[in-house]
C-alpha cells in the first residue's frame, strides 16, 4: 500500500492569495507589524508557527507568547471567514472527484499535510466542500518543519491503517518549499502548478510529474500506480 499526502494551500484549495492577504493584514492589525516579506520560500520553514516565529523573532527579538499566537489565529480565523463570507473558497479543479476515486482504491491510503494551522486548514476545506474530516492529518500545530508535519501524517495514516509503514510515500504539493521537504524526506513529489514557470521551478526542485489541476485524473492515478518504492523516513 502506498500513502498519498496532500498540502491544502494550492494543491486541494483556491486559497493561495486569501490566505496571505489574510495573514499578513492579521500580522499588522494584531502585532502593527508592516514590510512582511511574502516570499515564504525564502523563510527557514514555511509554516504558519514558523513564519510566525521568525517574523517575531526579527521585529521583537523574541518567540510570541502562547497568546499571542492564539490572538493571532483568532483573528487570522475571523479575516478568513469574512473573505468566504463575500465568496467562498473553491476546490482545485476535479479535487473532489479525484479524491474520491484515490480513497476507494485499496492500493492507497490518504493523508493531509499542510503548513496552516488546524483551525484555518479545517475552515479553508470545509469552504471549498472538501470533507476530509476522516483523513489522518498534521498541521503546523505539530511541528514547524515541514518534514517534521509530514512524518507526524505518515505517522498518523500508519497508526490508521494498523500498519508498520507504507511500500512508499507520495507527497502532492504546489510550492518549493513541498518538493524540498519531500526531497528530505525521500518521498515521491508530484507537483500541482498552472504556471509555465511554476512548473519548471518544481521540477528543478525535484518534481517527478507536474499537473495543471486534477482535470487528467487518469494520467495521474497512472503515475501513482508506478512501481517506484521509495522507503519512508
Not at 35 to 63: K, M, V
Not at 180 to 193: D, K, M, T, V
Request: glycine share 6%; with cysteine; hydrophobic share 45%.
Amino acid at each position: 500500500m502506498k500513502l498519498i499526502m496532500f498540502d491544502i494551500d494550492g494543491t486541494l484549495t483556491l486559497t493561495k492569495e486569501a490566505d496571505e492577504r489574510c495573514f499578513v493584514q492579521a500580522l499588522q492589525e494584531v502585532f502593527g507589524f508592516a514590510e512582511i516579506n511574502t516570499d515564504w520560500a525564502s523563510y527557514p520553514h514555511c509554516s504558519d508557527s514558523a513564519i510566525l516565529e521568525a517574523i517575531f523573532q526579527s521585529q521583537r527579538g523574541r518567540s510570541p507568547g502562547l497568546a499571542e499566537v492564539a490572538s493571532f489565529q483568532s483573528h487570522f480565523v475571523t479575516l478568513l471567514t469574512r473573505s468566504t463570507s463575500a465568496q467562498p473558497f473553491g476546490p482545485v479543479f476535479g479535487a473532489r472527484e479525484f479524491l474520491g476515486e484515490l480513497m476507494a482504491d485499496a492500493a492507497f491510503a490518504v493523508s493531509l499535510a499542510s503548513g496552516g494551522w488546524e483551525c484555518s486548514a479545517r475552515l479553508k476545506l470545509a469552504s471549498a466542500g472538501l470533507d476530509l474530516s476522516s483523513l489522518p492529518a498534521a498541521f503546523s500545530d505539530d511541528a514547524h518543519s515541514r518534514e517534521a508535519i509530514m512524518h507526524a501524517s505518515l505517522r498518523r495514516a500508519a497508526q490508521a491503517c494498523s500498519r508498520d509503514s507504507f511500500d512508499s510515500v507520495i507527497y502532492i504539493g504546489d510550492g518549493v518549499w513541498d518538493a524540498r521537504a519531500s526531497r528530505n524526506l525521500g518521498y515521491r513529489f508530484i507537483g500541482l502548478a498552472h504556471e509555465r514557470a511554476r512548473a519548471d521551478r518544481l521540477y528543478a526542485e525535484g518534481a517527478q510529474h507536474v499537473f495543471a489541476d486534477y482535470r487528467d485524473a487518469d494520467s495521474i492515478m497512472t503515475v501513482l500506480h508506478e512501481s517506484q518504492p521509495v522507503p519512508p523516513a
